[in-house]
């Protein structure tokens, strides 16, 4: 069996010898790739949150890794069921998830965590020498958003975001590329269509499932009591409902953004991706969320109550560019889920379905090239978003959707939710990165860490 050193030390020369070589080296798919792999010589992968998202991605990840270690806070909703869907293959099982970052057999990570924990998992894992690919979003705050991308610049490893949309050709790709082209003429609008929150009623404090160690899910957020509705269904049998934990985690501030970090983490993505504004410095100057309304009372940005869901459930946030560009994040509108593009000569909507408008259909078929979507992919081949993130490991190379254009994106989505719980405009200086003119909208760019988890140093 070739060793853990030997076999990264192939896997840096390849890389290093690919990217100097002056000629085009074939390459193959990853399914061919891996098809003839010996498991030692397999990049070896540990995922880390193994819920509903994360037991997606441990499966979409097995055709071109080698899972080797799984980790959950819940054993019952995370372990467990894992195992159980991987049948043929027994990986090692932790909860912390320091436990993964500590084996130096392993070399990527996956990070499908609620999102409060994303950063301090990212970065400790690329201090650990591990190539990352985390769910979106991959934030909590703005200050966060430059803690990671520091942290990508410091130890170098390949990071994908897992906002997919950007490896959806024949409907985003496309509609990137013709807005690049100048198909639709000047861009004077967009609208992001990202739907409601949803709303509960007072979800009552419960007794933590045995299988869940709910002290280490809260982590780095503030302590409360665990909160759930139980259904009796008769027989001895009931149901869980609405919670404070697992997916509902999204529709509660303390640990995500509503849909503006859910939903609008992969439109908000592409509509900037469209604009090719992917840089540090570039956005929208304003956010106006006087439309905003939430389902409890807020007061000086935060909610009185912590009983129920608290995230915006109903908003129209106008995004305004130095450019005069406006781009609205709505939870409703005549098109419906998804983004709205309209321009001088024409305007398109797309969604994950399909793409249509005028434009689209006098589209000629050769419009664009093969070479055309090989740019998006930044000199890629075209292939499924996990492919893409492996390959730019075996190779070099950055993945289709990196932490410095998600960066970009999560700025709005952060700013969008900060205008929202204040039900005020604020103005954002892109350049030096900090809203300006409001102390208590500046409050909000970070949040302070429970003691016990704090976010690594970077200095």
């Known amino acids: ?46 995922c880390i949150g193994v819920g509903s998202m994360g037991r997606g991605d441990l499966h979409g990840f097995r055709k071109l890794c080698e899972i080797v270690a799984i980790c959950d806070v819940d054993s019952a909703y995370g372990i467990n069921q894992t195992l159980k869907s991987m049948k043929d293959q027994k990986p090692d099982t932790y909860k912390e998830y320091q436990r993964i970052l500590e084996r130096t057999d392993i070399d990527v990570v996956s990070i499908v965590t609620p999102d409060h924990w994303h950063v301090k998992i990212a970065i400790e894992a690329l201090q650990a020498g591990k190539h990352v690919f985390c769910q979106k979003p991959l934030t909590l705050t703005l200050e966060e958003n430059i803690l990671i991308r520091k942290a990508c610049q410091k130890y170098g490893k390949v990071f994908q975001v897992g906002t997919q949309q950007r490896s959806q050709r024949n409907q985003f790709a496309k509609a990137v ?71 509902e985690f999204r529709w509660w501030y303390e640990y995500s953004g509503g849909k503006f970090t859910d939903w609008g983490a992969h439109h908000i993505d592409c509509a900037l991706w469209a604009l090719n504004l992917q840089k540090k410095g570039t956005g929208p100057i304003s956010f106006n969320g006087v439309n905003a309304e939430h389902p409890v009372e807020f007061k000086d940005g935060y909610p009185v109550v912590n009983n129920r869901y608290n995230t915006s459930n109903k908003f129209d946030i106008l995004c ?16 419906g889920n998804g983004i709205l593009f309209e321009g001088t000569k024409g305007k398109i909507h797309v969604n994950r379905g399909r793409i249509k408008g005028k434009p689209v259909e006098e589209l000629p078929a050769d419009a664009f090239k093969e070479e055309d979507y090989t740019a ?34 999560m700025h709005c989505c952060h700013l969008a939710a900060i205008a929202a719980r204040l039900n005020k405009e604020i103005k954002w200086d892109p350049v030096a990165e900090k809203i300006v003119g409001d102390d208590l909208a500046a409050s909000f760019f970070a949040r302070e860490n429970r003691k016990g988890f704090e976010k690594p140093k970077l200095d």
């Open 1 to 46: 069996m070739i060793s853990t050193t030997t076999r990264r030390d192939f896997l840096k020369t390849a890389a290093t010898l690919a990217a100097a070589c002056t000629v085009t080296p074939r390459v193959f798919a990853p399914s061919d790739l891996y098809a003839f792999q010996a498991p030692s010589d397999r990049l070896r992968m540990g």
């Open 177 to 247: 590329l013709m807005v690049r082209a100048g198909i639709l003429g000047d861009i004077k609008n967009i609208v992001c269509n990202i739907g409601e929150s949803p709303t509960s009623g007072e979800i009552p404090v419960a007794d933590v499932p045995s299988s869940l160690d709910w002290d280490l899910w809260l982590g780095p957020a503030p302590y409360v009591d665990y909160r759930a509705e139980r259904y009796d269904l008769g027989k001895g049998i009931s149901a869980l409902g609405k919670t404070r934990c697992h997916y």
């Open 320 to 335: 305004t560019f130095e450019n005069g560009l406006t781009m609205h994040v709505v939870s409703n509108s005549p098109d």
């Open 376 to 409: 998006l992919y930044n000199g890629k081949k075209w292939e499924g978003h996990k492919d893409n993130f492996i390959r730019c490991i075996r190779e070099g190379g950055t993945p289709v959707s990196d932490v410095e254009s998600h960066v970009q994106a």
